[in-house]
């Protein structure tokens, strides 16, 4: 799996409006929701579930990165968004630092596999010192789009 197999690109945020975790976390579900064209989707109970597993466990994993996610029953396949933030959001990160890229999951409560097959893409390449810069200062779309694109061929 790659990371653009689940990234939707039309949802990808490079601005964030917000600096607060569930402002963030609404903002991204909000994006994903309209330009996947998630039919019958409540975007604000689904954020309420990504919250709801954020404050079970923060997903902030250090480095500047936060990975929130959750299965929900109104997902059929899995799907990410990425949103970037110049200032820094607060997501209680392992290492107390802000964090600056948001990758958000979201998956199909009825398919687990593919869920962690997800997630060990998104993490295989958050691990990459090179991926996380280049998302840390990217501007816009293009650009996140761009890293996501070379990651996937460093992977080839």
Do not use: W
């Amino acid at each position: 799996m790659k990371l653009a197999d689940i990234v939707c690109f039309k949802a990808i945020v490079a601005q964030l409006n917000s600096n607060k975790r569930d402002d963030v976390i609404s903002e991204l579900v909000k994006s994903l929701v309209d330009r996947q064209k998630m039919k019958g989707v409540d975007a604000k109970n689904l954020a309420k579930a990504v919250v709801k597993r954020e404050n079970e466990a923060s997903t902030g994993i250090g480095k500047g990165v936060a990975v929130p996610h959750v299965k929900h029953e109104s997902v059929t396949e899995p799907v990410a968004v990425v949103g970037c933030s110049q200032q820094g959001i607060d997501f209680a990160s392992l290492d107390k630092q802000p964090v600056y890229s948001v990758v958000l999951l979201l998956s199909p409560t009825a398919n687990p596999d593919k869920h962690l097959q997800a997630m060990e893409t998104i993490f295989k390449n958050l691990q990459k010192d090179d991926f996380r810069r280049f998302l840390r200062q990217a501007q816009t779309a293009e650009a996140i789009i761009e890293a996501i694109k070379d990651a996937d061929e460093d992977d080839s």
